[in-house]
DNA sequence: CTTTTTTGCACAATCGATGGTGCAATAACT
DNA sequence: AGTTATTGCACCATCGATTGTGCAAAAAAG
């Protein structure tokens, strides 16, 4: 603070200064001093120095020789998504309050680029890695594996690393459930006025269809393989799977079920095209939860995944150090139309 | 790749099973050969042998040495956003394609908090950072200035490094201007209809105040201090205010100026406690750009801030090396109501 | 067949921290 | 006073790379 050279303090420019020995105040520095026996009087010399000269430990260094960084990485598919920047959100709060520092990375739901951003990773030597919605988490498994990094997998399963994600079959019985009731209000329901949109080859669209089928025929008594229309996660994609229903039906279904937020914006791009007169009455149940499109404007139900549970859940595990590669579920919940919830924002002070 | 071995290749490894130095074999590994007058067949031999082990160098070494590390650092207020969380996509997609790792991290507004995440930052040696809405600017810069890292700030400007930021004055004229002439339609709006909710003490706030003041004064003729209320970054606190209002007038402003994204969150929670037909006439202006946020049940004109093209200013004004402490301004977009842009995710191939 | 030049590489110091080991000086016991 | 225990710290190897320097061997020049 006080100090005004140029250059970064290191343990050797305080070991002159104090006129200790280098590992001395490399001990002091880093808490292990009183293992090492030192006199409490030499520590607090030392502090003192460090905190005129500004000392800041270099991690590289650390990091080498230790071989820990204290970095933990979060793998995401994209941030641009409120699931998952407030995955990232939450896991920064968690990580800084380990004394660790977080580093948030996204991989395009890309299966080599998720391996090859690891590997980047497992060069920092980093300590822990959270892996969220990998497309193809046994890769990377095995990249970490490898190296010897501990890991978990949230959100997508894996079979070789414990996996921690929402009980989407569970979660898809409620959101369909939820919006087949609300659409009945409107009189009678036929299998054919509800659709499901989005998803594609992935644990989680696999157990949201099966939840949303099961509803559905116990409910509605049918269900015909055409009301299932995967798009995989892209906007655009979505938008042309509502396009080509409007055009074969001159109307959207009376009530869809959309995979994920992603594909709501899908939605979005073909509502852009349309006046929205047209779509006042349908009905959409929404697997994720995004407190804008809770509001639009015809009833929007949401699912709202617990990812900051997730994220403890996963430290937990990772604490307890090489649990089974077993699949733990986390329960969302379901959030009907029109409701604004607390997120992680909501933790920060805020001066006017 | 065919390797088995549990550990990870060195150098020394590698030298080993070559033949040749540590020293040839960090050459050869690093690019730098041609250079040191190695030979091509000498060459050939290591990268072939390293391919064999997958050797991947270890990058707390090389920059334990090299005092760089590869890394680029954003500092975000937060991450659960849209502005930010696409901000953080398009700067990944940057660093990576620049052969850099992204570090994303966010500080929640508080000026002692960006300075020690920042301190953190550069104990791993990042080369470069880009300061993001930082509340504190100038104080991030000095911590950056005495570890002679290079950065820029973004968002929100300061005086001591370059900053790049929306042109804010303009963007919220043109949003003003775009409220007043949709609320005109429906009739005239007098002064004390047209509100501006949001934003504090802020270089950026205060340029939207300015220029909503400015358009407004002269589209309506006046513009009473009444109709300006601050609420810092915080969905609770706007909702506050909605609710405040809406108490003493019995109906919300017929037309208003949102101050973010993070604000619009707060419209949210007001209009969760209110039945949605009460406002069905409101025209609001957001300060900001969400997809869902467009197609609310109500006009919501919006403002895109171009964050692409920010980072990619900043990384010219970084290359350029020192440039002077000014301000650049990028342009923003008004997008009319019920608009689908596509952004950063459109440039992922996806699979269906 | 020398002398000079070029080629190809090895050596060793270094970046800044960590942690095992060993050795004085002091304190505690006979 | 002589012996043993304890305290307090210095020394040094080490983590895995980078890079300036130096020196043989090979090639080119004379």
Redesign the interface.
């Given at each position: 603070m006080t100090d005004i050279s140029?250059k970064?303090a290191t343990i050797y420019d305080l070991s002159i200064l104090s006129g200790a020995s280098p590992s001395t105040v490399s001990a002091v520095l880093n808490g292990s001093w009183r293992k090492r026996r030192i006199k409490e009087a030499t520590a607090q010399l030392i502090q003192k120095l460090a905190n005129e000269h500004?000392y800041?430990?270099?991690?590289?260094?650390r990091?080498?020789r230790s071989s820990r960084?204290g970095?933990v990485g979060l793998l995401l598919p994209?941030?641009?998504?409120?699931y998952?920047?407030?995955m990232?959100?939450s896991f920064?709060a968690q990580v800084r309050s380990r004394g660790q520092?977080?580093?948030?990375?996204?991989a395009?739901?890309?299966p080599e680029e998720e391996r090859q951003v690891v590997?980047?990773l497992?060069?920092?030597?980093i300590d822990e890695l959270f892996i969220a919605g990998a497309t193809d988490p046994d890769g990377v498994h095995k990249v970490c594996e490898?190296?010897?990094l501990k890991h978990v997998n949230i959100d997508l399963p894996g079979t070789l690393a414990p996996s921690i994600i929402s009980d989407n079959y569970e979660g898809a019985r409620m959101l369909t459930q939820a919006i087949i009731e609300r659409a009945q209000e409107d009189g009678p329901l036929s299998p054919d006025d509800l659709y499901l949109f989005g998803g594609?080859n992935d644990h989680a669209s696999h157990e949201r269809i099966r939840g949303f089928r099961d509803v559905k025929r116990a409910l509605l008594g049918a269900d015909p393989d055409i009301c299932i229309q995967?798009?995989?996660?892209?906007?655009?994609?979505t938008?042309r799977a509502f396009e080509a229903f409007y055009e074969g039906h001159g109307k959207l279904p009376r009530a869809f079920f959309v995979n994920s937020s992603?594909n709501?914006?899908g939605l979005?791009?073909f509502?852009?095209l349309h006046p929205?007169e047209t779509f006042a009455d349908i009905i959409v149940g929404c697997y994720d939860y995004?407190?804008?499109?809770?509001?639009?404007?015809f009833p929007v139900f949401m699912i709202r995944q617990d990812s900051e549970a997730m994220i403890t859940r996963g430290f937990a595990i990772l604490d307890a150090d090489r649990g089974p590669a077993i699949t733990h579920l986390v329960q969302p919940t379901l959030v009907p139309p029109?409701?604004?919830l607390?997120?992680?924002?909501?933790a920060?002070?805020?001066?006017?």
């Open positions: 140029k970064k500004g800041k430990a270099n991690l590289q260094a990091g080498l960084s970095l994209v941030h641009d998504n409120r998952f920047s407030s990232a959100q920064e520092c977080p580093l948030v990375v996204s395009c739901r890309d590997e980047t497992i060069s920092y030597s490898k190296a010897g594609r995967p798009t995989g996660y892209s906007p655009a994609m938008a992603i709501l914006e979005m791009r509502l852009a929205h995004d407190p804008f499109g809770s509001f639009l404007p029109r409701t604004a607390i997120g992680p924002l909501d920060l002070k805020d001066i006017e």
